[in-house]
């Protein structure tokens, strides 16, 4: 009988998970449902950054890299270049000279998010029906068995629940491990301005000025268009206006934080250009890795149930650049060992301990490095700026090499786009903590 597996949520992490399931398992060794709650496209909007691992996990296990990579879809990052207030170069990452990104042989990308979540959704998308468009209210489990419930009161049978429903998820822990406020909020927008586009590019496709306590980040759109984000110390509690008064506020902000003045930034043809209806405001959070402990969901009996991907499993502040990397690497890795049990090869405990084992240790480090991240690019006192701005191409790469270091990342990476089984005692080697009992 087929595996019936349960998809909650359909962003980034749901969508390709569905995918990759669908295109490693026969029809019938899984029915495949994915539950969410409204069209995943509406209110996408503006873009994000993705690595070279993650174009390869587009194109080797999701087969959407000629959709993800058409102009009208995603531009090609030459660099991603961090600066002073005044926009001098502070540090240069260049994807294709970096050891930890050269040999995927991909870009690094800049792509609309919309056109992502289209390119994903072809095919792998639920139908646009009631059923398929339901919420995922409890997953209790009983036994081997996931009863989920939607909002609406209806309740299906599955044998394992993937939860991909992002950084609130209902299947995540939530007492032992709450979602930390980081303090600081992010408001973005998107800029007509075809100059402030060409400024971007001309320092390499993605920028990260560093003003005191406040950061201006850009990066080119397809389209002639840029996305802009100002970062600013501000407590979960305290509002933010939105539309003119929204921008103006921005306004203010980078201007008191100097970042007004670099023609090399232009951070004024960037807001000049932006509508004031589109801004988006969001407070940066993260959940504490050793508090979350495992991406398995388990029943009420203990039982193994499913597993958490993305945003479910690993929320983290967007000064990692790495959510949506993560969610798709985690996708890619689920689909390899849950496919293995729909084929008989493992069990389903087994399958999503493995993932849990091959994911954990990458999905932690890219947490943390987003918190330091964070931290030190919003510090607010002179001296401490004056340091970090000295010593961050050291720090940069001593980040670069932490990352390289993630050894389990590696060995995954070389498994996550194989067609063959999983050959799971080489790959637990390089964990830190191999599952307990396979
Ligand atoms: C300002 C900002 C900039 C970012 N920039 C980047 C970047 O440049 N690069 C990068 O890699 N990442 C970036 N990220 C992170 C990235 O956007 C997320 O990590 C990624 O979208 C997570 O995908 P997901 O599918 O896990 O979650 P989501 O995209 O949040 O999807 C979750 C889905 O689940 C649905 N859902 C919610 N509750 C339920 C329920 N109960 N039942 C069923 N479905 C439910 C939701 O409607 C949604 O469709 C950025 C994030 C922010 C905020």
């Known amino acids: 009988m087929a595996l019936r597996i349960l998809i909650a949520g359909g962003g980034v992490a749901g969508l390709a998970v569905a995918r990759a399931l669908r295109a490693r398992c026969p029809l019938s060794a899984a029915d495949i449902t994915v539950w969410q709650p409204h069209r995943p496209v509406d209110g996408w909007w503006g873009g994000m950054t993705l690595t070279p691992s993650a174009c390869r996990v587009l194109d080797a296990a999701l087969g959407v890299w000629p959709a993800v990579s058409a102009d009208d879809a995603s531009v090609a990052i030459d660099a991603f270049v961090t600066t002073d207030a005044a926009g001098d170069e502070l540090l240069r990452l260049a994807p294709a000279a970096a050891p930890d990104y050269a040999p995927y042989g991909y ?11 289209a390119a994903l959704a072809d095919s792998a998308a639920p139908a646009p029906e009631d059923r398929a468009l339901a919420s995922v209210a409890h997953v209790p489990g009983a036994g081997r068995t996931v009863v989920a419930t939607d909002a609406d009161g209806g309740a299906d049978d599955f044998d394992l629940v993937i939860a991909a ?6 299947l995540a822990p939530n007492d032992d491990a709450p979602l930390l406020d980081l303090g600081l ?24 000025a560093l003003g005191r306590g406040v950061s201006w980040f850009a990066r080119v759109l397809p389209g002639g268009r840029s996305q802009w984000a100002v970062t600013f110390h501000s407590p979960e509690d305290a509002s933010f206006p939105d539309g003119e008064r929204g921008l103006a506020r921005v306004a203010a902000l980078a201007a008191d934080a100097g970042l007004l003045a670099s023609d090399s930034l232009a951070v004024a043809a960037s807001l000049d250009g932006t509508p004031s209806d589109v801004l988006r405001i969001h ?3 993260d959940r504490d890795p050793a508090a979350v402990g495992s991406y398995l969901v388990s029943g009420d009996d203990g039982e193994v149930l499913g597993a958490r991907i993305g945003d479910a499993a690993h929320p983290m502040s967007p000064f990692s650049g790495a959510g949506a990397v993560a969610a798709l690497e985690d996708a890619a890795v689920l689909a390899h ?10 069990d389903i405990a087994h399958a999503l301990r493995a993932y849990n084992a091959l994911r954990f240790e990458a999905g932690t480090a890219m947490v943390l490095r987003g918190r330091t991240a964070t931290t030190t690019s919003h510090t607010r006192g002179a001296f401490t700026g004056f340091l970090r701005n000295k010593f961050l191409g050291f720090t940069g790469s001593m980040l670069e090499r932490a990352q390289a270091a993630n050894k389990a990342n590696h060995v995954i990476a070389e498994h996550m786009y194989d067609t063959a089984s999983l050959d799971y005692d080489a790959a637990y080697e390089a964990t830190a903590s191999p599952p307990a009992d396979p």
């Open 107 to 117: 870009p690094m990308i800049s792509v609309e998010r919309a056109a992502l979540i």
């Open 165 to 170: 429903d992002g950084i609130h998820s209902v």
């Open 185 to 208: 909020k992010t408001v973005r927008g998107v800029s007509d301005s075809v100059a402030a586009a060409e400024a971007v590019t001309a320092m390499g496709g993605a920028t990260l």
């Open 283 to 285: 407070q940066l959070r």
């Open 337 to 346: 060992t849950v496919a293995d049990a729909a084929a008989g090869k493992i």
